[in-house]
Structure formats: C-alpha cells, structure tokens
C-alpha cells in the first residue's frame, strides 16, 4: 500500500511539474521580465529578444530548445556578455521564481551554429 501511495504522490507531482512547463511556454512572452531581474537595461534586452527572433527565423534552426528555453538562452548570453554574473543554477532559480518552472540555459546546444548573430547583436 506504501507503494501505491508513493506512486501516485510520485505521478501528481510529475502531472503538477508538467503543467507548470506547459504554462511556461504559452505564447506569452515574459522575457523582459527576466532580463529585468538579472538587471539588463532594456536596450541589452533588445539585442537578447532580436537574437531570439533571429535564430528563430533562421533555416538553420532546427528547434533544439522550446521558444521559452531559446528565450532563456537568449538572455543568459547576453547577460554574460555584458559582465552580469550568472550562473546556469542561478539562470534555474530566477526562472522557477519568475515561471515556476525551472529552465537551465543550454546555448551550447545551438549557439556554434549562430555565432554570427550572436556576435553581431549582443
């Protein structure tokens, strides 16, 4: 009986985890609230938010990240290369406070392919 109840304690929280993700990727876009947060001025946030669109648009984009995780990413570079210190957990802290889900910048899984833009506009 202990199993069942592990279990389905185990199930509700996976349910619970997997609803707070699919929230945190609906169409609304709360990047500026995170770049906020981490204390990029708005025109650092702008160079993030185009080199998001960009990479997005991009025929080289093979959607390696969800546009939420991408947007993640997006900030994180450009919040590193404007000397904010921020780590990959630190990144997963603020988005679990801001999205109540988690989301860990992987750029190292897209950004070899567009180094151009990211050179270009952050």
């Not at 080199?51 to 093979?62: A, G, Q, R, T």
């Not at 802290?93 to 899984?109: A, D, E, M, R, Y």
Request: charged share 25%; hydrophobic share 40%; with cysteine.
């Amino acid at each position: 009986m202990s199993d069942d109840k592990n279990k389905s304690t185990y199930s509700q929280e996976c349910a619970d985890a997997l609803q707070r993700t699919v929230n945190a990727h609906k169409g609304i876009d709360r990047g500026l609230e995170l770049a906020t947060e981490l204390g990029l001025s708005i025109e650092q946030y702008a160079s993030a938010k185009l080199l998001h669109i960009n990479v997005m648009k991009s025929k080289k984009w093979f959607n390696q990240r969800s546009p939420h995780g991408l947007m993640v990413d997006c900030i994180f570079l450009c919040a590193k290369r404007n000397g904010i210190k921020v780590s990959a957990r630190k990144m997963s802290s603020i988005t679990f406070k801001i999205f109540n889900v988690g989301t860990q910048p992987i750029p190292s899984l897209w950004k070899i392919h567009f180094k151009d833009l990211i050179e270009d506009l952050i």
